[in-house]
């Protein structure tokens, strides 16, 4: 590619910088996660009971912690709008980085695909009305949203995550005096191995809630996705992704233990809607009925935050020649708006399939595969270049990312352990996206190197400073 070529090619393929600070980031690492709080991770307690789901649970929180410290060197080091993808391109070479982008890109195009579908049921709820109608309007409303400007549709997000933040806090204060730990153990004891009052299914149990963990912290991983567009990348984004973390587990605490001691982990295991039910079990029934109405709101929040994720993936693959490159083109307001597009074609088909359950748990392959080549990313980072310029360095260097990487590996595995159809029906995904790459993209790189594509786009910037 010719040096002229160059510079035209990444002069449409810009995002807006400084459009986020580390508030504004920390609040997109809460949107792609709150919906989590509302609805799925119980359904671990009728995995494991509440005991082994709060193994599984506190086994995911630090995988996701270990997770986050690590990826927060890695984005003030390597501060692009691929994310892991990025991380994983410097560490592995072409190969490496486009199946950890594609394993992201499984989990981020499935997740809204999932959660519309959730949205949906919340909707006939409250409405009396559902289907493929509801699904479409919700993606062109916030795909709308998405197009008018990164800085807007953050602002956005934290004022709809902020709403979901309410609801749990107001759920958390009105359940404290009906705590009762005697509930948390009313589930029936099996006679599987190990089973006992505290597991009452017993180890398989517990490797079997593993996914549903995760559906706690599920995508606070994205918050790289926007380096390109903070402020201060090497400050904002390690700030941003650790500062959500830390929220995210103070709340995933409350709903684990207050709503399963007020109502029962037997109840909880079975609700659809947990926090409604335990606040209806208590007597707070008015507060319930405005729960129901904020839950929507986390996941519209989740649902939300996740296209712009997917958005930032497929502009930082397509504008590096991995997927198609007519992709990562923006707009006037440096909106990638067909990778904001197309993805949601997609997902609104694949939701019309209605089984939001498998979508989310395929969602979950694609996660862990993507977190344990992350996690392996920061260890071969630190062995390879271990002078590279770290703004931020992580507590415990290798040994925190190898916690990541084993954690992940054994997630992985829990997913098979629930549901070994979504595991497959992965995989199938990967091998599809695999051979696009070795067949055709693998030949169309931009770039060599994560380096000298950086090294392109400042350039280019630098030229439309200058005629500006």
């Known amino acids: 590619m010719s040096d002229q070529i160059n510079k035209d090619y990444l002069a449409k393929r810009q995002l807006k910088r400084g459009s986020a600070g580390w508030i504004l980031l920390a609040g997109l690492g809460v949107s792609y996660v709150i919906s989590g709080d509302f609805a799925g991770w119980n359904f671990g307690i009728a995995e494991a009971g509440w005991g082994g789901f709060a193994i599984a649970a506190g086994l995911m929180a630090v995988m996701y912690f270990t997770l986050v410290l690590s990826l927060a060197e890695m984005s003030a080091a390597i501060p692009a709008a691929g994310g892991g993808y990025s991380f994983a391109r410097q560490a592995m070479g072409p190969t490496g980085g486009y ?3 594609l394993a992201v890109l499984i989990e981020y195009a499935l997740a809204p695909a999932a959660i519309v579908i959730f ?10 009305f559902n289907g493929p109608w509801v699904y479409a309007a919700f993606y062109i409303v916030f795909i709308g949203i998405h197009l008018a400007g990164a800085g807007e549709a953050l602002k956005v997000m934290m004022v709809i995550s902020g709403l979901a933040v309410i609801a749990i806090l107001a759920t958390a204060v009105a359940l ?3 705590f009762d730990t005697s509930r948390l153990f009313d589930v029936a004891v099996t006679d599987a191995a190990g089973a006992s009052e505290f597991m009452p299914m017993g180890w398989y149990g517990v490797w079997a809630a593993l996914p549903f963990g995760m559906w706690l912290f599920l995508a ?7 380096a390109e567009e903070a402020k201060d990348p090497a400050k904002d984004v390690p700030k941003g992704i650790i500062g959500a973390m830390i929220f995210l587990l103070f709340t995933a605490l409350l709903v684990v233990f207050l709503l399963a001691g007020a109502a029962g982990a037997d109840a909880m295991g079975k ?5 409604v039910d335990a606040l209806n079990f208590a007597g707070h029934e008015s507060l319930g009925t405005a729960v129901n109405v904020l839950g929507l709101a986390g996941l519209i929040a989740s649902f939300f935050s996740i296209i712009y994720g997917y958005s930032r993936l497929v502009f930082a693959l397509s504008r590096a020649g991995y997927l198609p490159q007519n992709l990562s083109v923006t707009d006037k307001r440096k909106v990638p708006s067909r990778a904001l597009i197309v993805p949601g074609v997609l997902g609104f088909l694949a939701s019309l399939t209605g089984e939001g359950d498998l979508m989310l748990a395929m969602a979950v392959v694609g996660a862990t595969v993507s977190y344990a080549l992350m996690a392996l990313s920061h260890i071969l980072l630190r062995i390879k270049q271990p002078n590279m310029e770290r703004p931020y360095k992580t507590p415990g260097g290798i040994v925190t990312s190898s916690i990541a990487f084993v954690l992940s590996l054994l997630a992985l595995t829990g997913v098979y352990a629930y549901d070994p159809r979504a595991f497959f029906y992965t995989l199938v995904l990967f091998a599809i996206g695999a051979a696009y790459y070795f067949v055709y993209s693998k030949n169309r790189l931009v770039a060599k190197t ?8 400042a350039a280019a910037e630098a030229d439309l400073a200058t005629s500006a």
Request: glycine share 14%.
């Open 119 to 128: 949205i949906g049921s919340a909707v006939e709820a409250l409405l009396g």
């Open 176 to 178: 404290i005096g009906d």
């Open 99 to 101: 199946l950890t982008g």
């Open 450 to 457: 994560p380096e000298e594509e950086f090294d392109m786009l």
């Open 271 to 275: 609700s659809a809607v947990p926090l």
């Open 220 to 226: 606070v991983e994205g918050v790289p996705l926007a």
